[in-house]
């Protein structure tokens, strides 16, 4: 597993979309319960529950609307969790622990969806938490209310892109760093309707350049669904207009692996449609596969400062990071303002738990891409690895100032926070970053690590 994946478990430390948190901070607690850090352990019969923290409002993008609950344990138990409309009291979302929870303060992140993962509507909803022991016992419940509220869904560019570095910059006939080559299409999708083809490059979309990756990512974060935007691009040299109607980030993707098989074979000669089609697999997380649409390129094409860039991040996703590094050095002598190469370097780097050298090499990222929010996120969490709590947060809180809807940045601003006394805003910015987050499991398992034992 990557190693920032893991970084709530091996940090030294002791411990919304749109700028604000998704989920507004103000909770409610049932009237009459115990405090929530009293030791109720050892009471005899059914589990006890007490401090219910549950938002009283939830402002979220469709598609993505979460929330936290918090509550306390008398003993282990395992929490169901039951939501059901206010209007008539049906019950449209049943979520039940795989796993015992432990005594004590706990934490429950909860998707607004029902039962067949449907998005729930914006509106009313009561919330009833009960718990049961290893005795089917089970505690008596605690109910509270939240209000939904569903902003415009995220829209899904369905275009692969590949940044404009040296070779590729040339191929399309472009400065280097002035948009992003477009390598594939999705059929009959949004961005063919607005008039892009294969070998287009995009400079901007609505109101936002996107010459670097950092700012791609930033801009892709910020696309409304089913809104018309304006987007930007090159043909031969010739600046072109188009408008994107973008369905909403839960349409499944197009094939991509597909798409690009078929332009591959039509234009061998192309090094985008080669990088694009490795770099596919990579994010498709099959890197044997890069590896061998890799292995059959031409012999200078591997050696070029992608081709080792490619090797660096097939052997990092296979957790040799030795191996990574060296491909990863490689590529930097013959390109050494390939930033993808720098910030693979400072995951090997951090991979073999060489977290100064890491936290130069995100450093070093961050001024080739000034708009990379990623760089000062992962340089935020090996500095919480090296102990450099404080570097850390100044280093997330530049993150989230590039972009505030990026989960990561949030994640180690938290952490850092936490670490350095300042419990309550740390907690307040883990629970954006959680509901900011696409990984179940990563998620559950930083509450495990850190709010199930703030105690806030």
């Known amino acids: 597993m990557e190693w920032w994946k893991t970084v709530a478990a091996s940090a030294a430390v002791t411990l919304a979309v749109g700028g604000v948190a998704v989920a507004q901070a103000d909770a409610q607690t049932t009237p009459g319960d115990a405090p929530a850090n009293e030791d109720l352990s050892g009471t005899p019969g059914p589990p006890v529950l007490t401090g219910l923290q549950i938002p009283k ?10 929330f936290l609950i918090g509550l306390t344990l008398s003993e282990p138990a395992r929490v169901t969790v039951l939501i059901s409309r206010n209007s008539d009291g049906k019950v449209v979302r049943t979520l039940t622990g795989e796993e015992l929870e432990a005594a ?3 934490f429950v992140l909860v998707d607004l969806i029902d039962d067949r993962n449907f998005q729930l509507p914006g509106g009313k909803y009561q919330v009833r938490v009960t718990a049961t022991d290893t005795e089917d016992e089970a505690s008596r419940p605690l ?18 892109l590949v940044p404009t570095t040296a070779p590729f910059a040339r191929e399309a006939g472009v400065p280097r760093n002035s948009g992003h080559v477009v390598a594939a299409v999705g059929p009959r999708g949004s961005a063919v309707n607005a008039g892009i083809r294969r070998g287009d490059v995009i400079t901007q979309i609505g109101t936002r350049t996107i010459h670097t990756p950092g700012q791609l990512q930033a801009t892709l974060r910020q696309l409304k669904a089913d809104k018309p935007t304006q987007v930007t691009f090159l043909r031969r040299g010739e600046e072109r207009t188009g408008v994107l109607a973008l369905k909403p980030d839960w349409t499944e993707a197009p094939d991509y692996q597909r798409v690009l098989n078929v332009a591959r074979s039509r234009d061998r000669r192309s090094r985008v449609v080669a990088y694009a089609q490795a770099k596919e697999r990579l994010e498709a997380g099959e890197p044997a596969a890069a590896k061998a649409l890799r292995a059959r390129w031409p012999a200078s094409w591997r050696k070029t400062g992608f081709g080792e860039s490619i090797a660096g991040e097939v052997f990092e996703a296979d957790e040799k990071h030795r ?15 390939l930033a993808a190469a720098r ?8 991979g073999l738990g060489r977290n100064d050298e890491a936290a130069q090499q995100f450093a070093t990222v961050a001024t080739l891409d000034p708009g990379d929010s990623s760089a000062h996120a992962f340089r ?14 100044d280093a997330a809180a530049q993150a989230i100032r590039l972009d505030s809807r990026y989960a990561d940045a949030h994640l180690p601003f938290g952490i850092a926070l936490m670490s350095l006394g300042q419990q309550q805003a740390g907690v307040k910015a883990l629970r954006t970053g959680l509901r900011l987050l696409s990984d179940p499991a990563r998620a559950n398992a930083l509450i495990e690590e850190h709010l199930d034992s703030s105690q806030t």
């Open 143 to 160: 109910t509270s209310t939240v209000a939904v509220r569903l902003t415009r869904a995220r829209g899904l560019l369905d275009a692969f």
């Open 343 to 350: 910030f693979g370097r400072g995951v090997a780097f951090a």
């Open 380 to 393: 935020a969490y090996v500095l919480i690895r090296a102990e450099r709590v404080a570097e850390a947060r």
């Open 104 to 106: 004590g303060r706990t």
């Open 323 to 337: 191996q990574a590094l060296g491909a990863f050095n490689r590529s930097l002598r013959k390109d050494p303002n």
């Open 57 to 66: 409002r939830v402002t979220a993008q469709r598609g993505h609307a979460r």
